[in-house]
C-alpha cells in the first residue's frame, strides 16, 4: 500500500527494471505528457514511463500495484475530456504508449491487422490500404491519436454509420490487468462463444480496468466508387426523413451523413480557405453524404440525383450540389475538416457531444434552440453533427469579447450544459457520445446515470482495480454525490 | 441462504407473489420444460414460472435470491449445449420468457425495434417487414427459438458475415439481476460513451449473469435484389481464395458464404426430398453465396459471371450455376436448410462448432481430416460452415449400426472431439463458435480458455452473483479443474 517517502524508490525501481532511457523524469522530456492538446488541463507526475514492449508495461504495472501508485496511461493525448492527462499533485506516473507503435501483422486473407496500442490511427489505416483493404475508423486526430486511445475511448467519427464505432472494429485485445497479469485475447476470430465477453469491457473503459497493449482489427474491403453530396433543407424534421429515405435508398452504401446548422457554415466560409459553401446559406440545414458501392459513379450520381429530385418536389430538399469529380468531393469534405479550426478561430464555443435516438433529433434541437435562446440570447447556435447516429456536436457560441465579459464563466458552462443534457435525458439520449468521460464528465455520470448502472460499474472497477491505481478518479464518480430518484 | 425443506415454501411463496395461474408445479404444462429438444438432457425442478411482464420476473429473482434457490431460465428451448434445461435434483425453479413475447416498439425511422425477451426470432424478424426493414439474425430455429435465448447466447447463423452476430444487433438491454434489481439499459442510441459497457456482459453469458427481459435492436434497410449461387471447387484452399475475391469485388454486398463438403451435399440428396445438388459432386467442395444489393440482379449476376469465369480459368473454381430466379434460388437454399435433417437420418454425427481465422481454415482442415482419418477410419468426416467467419460444423459421422457397435461411446466422443479442439486451438481458435457453453463445454473451458480468462470471468461472475443462483454451473468450470500451462 501507499507509503509516504516510497515514491523516489518507485522511480528508481522502474529505473533499474526497465534502463533509465525507459523512465524520464524531468525536463522537456517530460512536459508534453503533462498537459492535453488543449492547453486547458495540466498536472504532473513523478515520472513519465515510455515501455517497448508488453512485458516492459506488465512489470511496471506490476511494481505499481506492489506500491499503490497511480498510473496515468497515455496514447496520442489527443482526449477532449481530459483523460489522458495526470491531475495536479498525481503522486503516479505517467505510462505512454507511443514507443509500442508496431504493425504486426495485415493479413487481407482474414480481413484482419493486429497493431501494437501505440501504433497512430493514420499508420493503422495506411497499413491496411496496403493490403487493398479499408481500416475505416476516421477522425480528426486520426494523425496524432493511437490506436489504444482509440479503444479506450470507443473513439466514434465519420465512418460510424456503415461500419460502427471503435467497439465494432476490434476483434481482439491483449491487456496489461492493474496487477500486472496478462490477458491475451488477441484473435482475429469472427465468432467465439466461449464464456463472458471481456473484450468489451476494457473498450471505452478509459484505461481504468487495464492498459490496452494490443489489439486486433476488423478490415473491410474498399467500396472503390464514392459519390458526395451537399443537400440543402427547410427542416430539421426533413433532415431525418432524407437521411433514412437515402439509406433506404443506398443500402448499406450510405457511409455518411453529416448535418450542419447554416450558422456553423456561415463560420468556416467567414474563417477557412477555400471553404466556402456551393449553396446559398439561406436554407437553415445541410447534410452532407457519401455513397460508397462497387457501383459506378455514373450510376450512384443517377441514382442520387432521382431521389433528391423526388425529394425537391416534396418540399423535403431547397437545393443540392452532388459532386461531380475528386476535387469536388474534395472540397465538400474539407468543409466538413475545417469545423473545428474555424469554431476555434470565431469564438469561445461551449461545445457539447450528446446523441439521442435519431428520430428524436428535431425534437432536441427544436427543444434545445428555444431553450437556449431564452437564457442567452446573444448566443450563437453552431451545430455539426453525425445524423445517422444521432450524434450532434452542439455549440453555443460567444464572441470572444462577449465571452471575456460573462462574469462567473463557470456558472454559465454549466447553465448551458444543464439545458442541453437534462433535454438529452429526456430524450433517452446521453451527454456523452463519442469523446467519453475522462476528468470533465464526471458530475454528468452521477446526475444522469441510473444508480443501478453506475453500481454495477464500481463493483467492476472495485474487483478489477481494488487498489484505484489505473487512472483513477476517470470515468466514475466518487460514491455518495450521485442522483437522487427525482431524474 | 439455502435452508433444506424451506423449498416448499419457495413454490407457495411464488404463488402467493405471482398468482397460482403463473407458477406450475407439475403435469403436462411443466415437463416440456424439464427436457431438451433433442431429448438428450432431462432434469427437474420444484417449478415453472412463466411471469408477465419484468415486475415478475424481478418479484421471482428477488424471493430466490432470498432463499439461495437456483433459476434456470428459459427461452424457446432450443439449446445444442443443454444450456436451457435444469439439471437433475436441481432443486431450483424453470423461469421461461415464453408468455413475454410483445413487440413493443417499431420504428424505422430510428432503424430500431424493442420487443420482450420472450417474442420469437421469426416473430421479430416478421414485424421488421411490416416496416420495410430487415432484421438480419437467421438460423434453422427461428421459429421456435427466442431474442433473450438469442442474446443470451449470442447466436450466431447465416447472416453473420454481413450483419454481425447477435451482440452487433443490440443496441440496449433491460435486464433483471441475480439480486431482483432491475436494469434499464433499453436505449436505441446509435453511440454513448458513458461509462463501462455493461450490455455486452450480459449478451452471451446464457443467463448466468442475470435474465434478460427486453431489448432495442437494430434494424436495416433491405437489400432489395439478392444473386445466390452454388460453386464447386477442386480445393479448399482455392474456396478461401475465392471467398476473399468476392469479398472484394462485391464489398458489403456478400451476404452469405456457405461451405460444404461433397460428403455434406451426398447426405443431403440421398435423404431429403428434392434438394439434389444441381452441379456434379465430383469436386471435394462446394460455396453457397448470396449476393444482395440495391444494385439490378442483372448487373450483379453479370457481374458474378464475370468473377467466377476468371476463377475457372485460375482453376479455383471447378464449375458454377447462378439462380437465374426466385425458385432456383430457393431451391439451393433448400439444400442448405435441410444439412440438420438429412445428418440426423444418415446416422450417428459427432458434430462439433469451431472456428478459427479464416485464413487457417484450408490447415485446420487439412491436418483435421488427417488426424480422424488415421483415428477413425471407417468414419465420414462431413462437414457445413459458416466459411466467411471461420466457423465450420465439423460432424464425424458413423452409421446407426456402426456406432451401436462402438463400445464405449463416451470415450469415442472425447477422443473425436480432443482432436478437433486441440487443433482448433493450435490454430487460434475455438471450441464453441456459435452455440456457446451451457452444461456441456464445461471441460472445454477448463482445457482450452486461459487461465487469466478464466479467472476474470469467475471475479465478474461471483461480484454479480455472489450466492450462485443463475443458471448456476453453467458456462464457468469449477475452479481447480483448470488446464495448466502447458497448452
Known sequence: ????????????????????????????????????????????????VL???????????????????????????????????????????????????????????DSAMTVQAGC???????AALEVDRLFPLSLGAEGS????????????????????????????????????????????????????????????????????????????????NVVSALIALPEIDGAVTVGTDLGTAFPGELTALELFSASQLRLVAR???????PLALDSPWFLLVDIASAT????????????????????????????????????????????TEANKTAGMGLSHDIAVPVFAVPSFVCLAGDAIGRAFP????????????????????????????????ARTRLEVSRILYDLAAQHRGTFSAEHGIGALHLEEMARYKDPVELDLMRTIKRRFDPRNIMNPFRVLPSAGCDKGSHL
Not at 476483434?171 to 467465439?192: A, S
Not at 474563417?271 to 459553401?277: E, K, L
Request: charged content about 20%; glycine content about 12%; hydrophobic content about 45%.
Open 378 to 409: 446573444t448566443a450563437e447556435i453552431v451545430i455539426v453533427g453525425h445524423l445517422g447516429d444521432g450524434n450532434l456536436h452542439y455549440n453555443v457560441m460567444f464572441g470572444h469579447d462577449a465571452w471575456a465579459r460573462v462574469t462567473d464563466q
Open 271 to 277: 474563417h477557412i480557405a477555400n471553404a466556402a459553401c
Open 1 to 48: 500500500m501507499t507509503r509516504p517517502g516510497i515514491t523516489v524508490d518507485i522511480v528508481a525501481a522502474l529505473q533499474e527494471r526497465l534502463g533509465s532511457g525507459d523512465v524520464f523524469v524531468d525536463g522537456p522530456d517530460v512536459a508534453p505528457f503533462m498537459v492535453d492538446w488543449w492547453g486547458r488541463a495540466a498536472g504532473d507526475a513523478l515520472c513519465v
Open 51 to 109: 515501455p517497448r514492449g508488453t512485458g516492459d508495461v506488465a512489470k511496471t504495472v506490476a511494481l505499481c500495484h506492489d506500491h499503490s501508485v497511480p498510473i496515468y496511461p497515455q496514447g496520442g493525448n489527443t482526449s477532449v475530456c481530459f483523460g489522458a492527462v495526470p491531475p495536479a499533485r498525481s503522486g503516479g506516473i505517467v505510462l505512454s504508449l507511443a514507443r509500442m507503435d508496431a504493425v504486426l501483422d495485415v493479413n487481407p486473407r
Open 296 to 339: 459506378s459513379c455514373k450510376v450512384l450520381s443517377e441514382r442520387l440525383v432521382d431521389r433528391l429530385a423526388g425529394a425537391t418536389d416534396a418540399g423535403l430538399v431547397a437545393d443540392a450540389v452532388v459532386a461531380a469529380n475528386e476535387r469536388q468531393r474534395a472540397a465538400l469534405w474539407h468543409i466538413r475538416h475545417s469545423v
Open 120 to 126: 497512430l490511427l493514420a499508420k493503422a489505416q495506411a
Open 145 to 224: 491519436c493511437q490506436i489504444g486511445g482509440n479503444i479506450a475511448t470507443n473513439a466514434g467519427g465519420t465512418g460510424v454509420l456503415r461500419y460502427g464505432n471503435m467497439r465494432d472494429l476490434v476483434l481482439g485485445l491483449e491487456v496489461v490487468l492493474p496487477d500486472g497479469r496478462i490477458w491475451n485475447g488477441l484473435r482475429t476470430l469472427r465468432k467465439d462463444n466461449s464464456g463472458y465477453d471481456l473484450k468489451n469491457l476494457f473498450i471505452g473503459a478509459e484505461g481504468t480496468l487495464g492498459i490496452i497493449t494490443a489489439a486486433a482489427l476488423k478490415l473491410f474491403p474498399i467500396q472503390p
